[in-house]
């Protein structure tokens, strides 16, 4: 069964950093692309950013772009989402989810979603 | 942000069918395909539609994706009270980005 847990959403200040994590499992994790999904409490979804099978290749929605970086570590079958320069309008849930293709995961089917980890920007 | 617009409800009677447009650019729903995503309250977002119209294992036959142009569909037939939901359209967008819907909230009557 595949699972995704995301972890590390808490309460940051303004100007503050945070580091999201999501564990996977059920699934070859090296095989998949991966992506951090948002949405803001009562708002719509947001894709935020798209991490390649290997790495090599990521991409970002323009809100944050130079601020938040994706990792993996296929060792680990783990995904990353450093946040930095945190601001109000990043307060949401954070979904961590599988592409449903290999490789490089310009398709945006994302066939399994963590159950999310909130992020709140508040002073 | 989001460059893909939706209607923001849609609603019918169980049974009826209710179609829930789209609309792009050139640069996503023009170049790329189309999936779709329903969000049952208070849980992760499910994969519903992908490649405009092939429908993931599991997902009712009464749940059915077209696309023309820099337009997209989604249809619902035989509308069921459990099919209640928001719906999410999404696509990659040629200037390298993902991009959703709008989002459009089905209610039935």
């Known amino acids: 069964e595949v699972q995704l847990v995301e972890s590390g959403g808490v309460v940051v200040q303004p100007g503050g950093s945070l580091r999201l994590s999501c564990a996977a499992s059920?699934?070859?994790?090296?095989?998949?692309?991966m992506h951090w999904v948002r949405q803001a409490p009562g708002k719509g979804l947001e894709w935020v950013s798209l991490?390649?099978?290997?790495?090599?290749?990521?991409y970002y929605a323009d809100s944050v772009k130079g601020r938040f970086t994706i990792s993996r570590d296929n060792s680990k079958n783990s995904l990353y989402l450093q946040m930095n320069s945190l601001r109000a309008e990043d307060t949401a849930l954070y979904y961590c989810?599988?592409?449903?293709?290999?490789?490089?995961?310009?398709?945006?089917?994302?066939?399994?979603w963590g159950q999310g980890t909130l992020v709140t920007v508040s002073s | 942000q989001s460059v893909l617009t939706q209607p923001p409800s849609a609603s019918g009677t169980p049974g009826q069918r209710v179609t829930i447009s789209c609309s792009g650019s050139?640069?996503?729903?023009?170049?790329?395909?189309v999936n779709w995503y329903q969000q049952l309250p208070g849980t992760a977002p499910k994969l519903l539609i992908y490649?405009?119209?092939q429908r993931p294992s599991g997902v009712p036959d009464r749940f059915s994706g077209s696309k023309s142009g820099t337009s997209a569909s989604l249809a619902i037939s035989g509308l069921q009270s459990e099919d209640e939901a928001d719906y999410y359209c999404?696509?990659?967008?040629?200037?390298?980005?993902?991009?959703f819907g709008t989002g459009t909230k089905v209610t039935v009557l």
């Open positions: 490649s405009n119209n």
């Open positions: 050139s640069s996503n729903i023009g170049s790329n395909t």
């Open positions: 059920g699934f070859t994790f090296d095989d998949y692309a």
């Open positions: 989810a599988k592409d449903r293709t290999s490789g490089g995961g310009r398709w945006l089917q994302l066939d399994y």
């Open positions: 991490i390649s099978w290997d790495g090599g290749s990521t």
């Open positions: 999404a696509a990659w967008d040629d200037s390298l980005k993902g991009v």
